[in-house]
Structures are given as structure tokens and as C-alpha cells.
């Protein structure tokens, strides 16, 4: 899929489109894509202005698991009142 290398911001060069896919009976779908700059997607987002554009950040589940099991056993070594 072409989606972000046919869009006029060459300076995207840093996404990484991985991944489009339409929704089912609906208009519209989600991309994904690897960008370590915020100001590269709230431009590409500013340059199609019809469209409703939502960016969410996401991380790896090994990466999530790996923090929430740190915060479990630091809260889990609070000491109770």
C-alpha cells in the first residue's frame, strides 16, 4: 500500500506505513504506522483537513507487560497502613 508515500509531505520519509485497513459495511479505515515525530503526523493530519484523522500512540505488548509487572511489584512493595 502507497497510502503515505502518495501524499505531498515528502518529509514523512520517517513513517513507516505498515499496515491499511478498511472497515467492513463502512466508509473509511485505519492506518498504522512507525513515526518517532509528532509534528510529521499532526502535519500530515493538517494537510487533508476534510478527513477526521485520530492518532493514538501504541507500544509492543512485550513493552507494555514488561512496565506493568515493574509498577506491580513496585506497588506491590508499599508498605501498608
Do not use: N
Not at 20 to 39: T, Y
Not at 58 to 75: C, G, H, P, Q, T
Amino acid at each position: 500500500m502507497t497510502f503515505l508515500s502518495d501524499a505531498p509531505l515528502a518529509q514523512l520519509d520517517r513513517a513507516l506505513d505498515e499496515l491499511f485497513v478498511m472497515r467492513v459495511g463502512e466508509w473509511g479505515g485505519h492506518v498504522l504506522v512507525d513515526c518517532d515525530d509528532p509534528l510529521a503526523v499532526h502535519k500530515f493530519c493538517s494537510t487533508y483537513p476534510a478527513f477526521e484523522f485520530q492518532a493514538r500512540p501504541v507500544i509492543a505488548v512485550e513493552d507494555a507487560v514488561r512496565v506493568e509487572l515493574e509498577a506491580i511489584a513496585w506497588r506491590d512493595g508499599l508498605k501498608r497502613k
